[in-house]
């Protein structure tokens, strides 16, 4: 396993759309192990693969209740709203409140090719939402919600 080394805010990959993964070989499970010990080393709970520089449809993300590794992972069913204070290990000492689904239901693909399901509430819906925005090129700071003045 190895630490890659993390893009961030400028660099233009961010902004590109990533592929999705047709065949799972050892190249990819390497770069999934690769991606969470780079979340952990980052104090991250989510990572996308374009944040390490690979264009492709992979996110892992740990909350505190285990490591998920998602491949292809596509939300199918969006409940309720909250809004969060969110960071990015790609924009660095940037925080701001967005609106996200308070639960999410998404599909992916796991490492050893099977079809799974993940519902998420409260922080995983938000890690997960946050997750597959980078995965078609969108950051955090694109849905800031502007600060509003109280008069
Ligand atoms: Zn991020």
Known sequence: MAIRKLRVEGDSMLRKKSREVEKIDGRLLELLNDMLETMYENDGVGLAAVQVGILRRIVVINI???PIKL???VIVEKTG???FT???LS????????????KVVVKY????????TVAGEGLMAVCLSHE???LNGILFIDKVIE???NE
């Open 64 to 66: 505190g209740e285990g």
């Open 71 to 73: 491949i292809n992972p």
């Open 81 to 83: 709203s909250q809004i």
């Open 86 to 88: 969110e960071g990015c």
């Open 91 to 102: 924009v660095p000492d940037k925080n701001g409140d967005v609106e996200r689904p308070e």
């Open 109 to 116: 693909m796991d490492e050893n090719g099977e079809n799974q």
């Open 132 to 134: 597959l925005d980078h």
């Open 147 to 149: 600060e509003d003045i």
